[in-house]
């Protein structure tokens, strides 16, 4: 996922669905209860935007 984040703020919703969509796979994959993956998805992009934000320093 570290591949996915990117900084540039005109990206930011492509990137965002990017991410969205693999943290979706991932989950997917591992048989994590459909009924708790939009928890997970956000939860994954809150990290994501955070990790992001650190790497820009």
């Known amino acids: 996922m570290r591949k996915s984040v990117t900084i540039d703020l005109t990206l ?3 990137a965002r669905a990017k ?3 693999i943290a979706k796979r991932i989950l997917n994959k591992y048989g994590y209860p459909p009924d708790l993956q939009e928890e997970a998805v956000r939860t ?3 990290q994501a935007e955070l ?3 650190e790497w820009a320093e």
Do not use: H, P
């Open 12 to 14: 930011r919703e492509r």
């Open 19 to 21: 991410i969205r969509v």
């Open 44 to 46: 994954v992009l809150m």
């Open 51 to 53: 990790l992001c934000a």
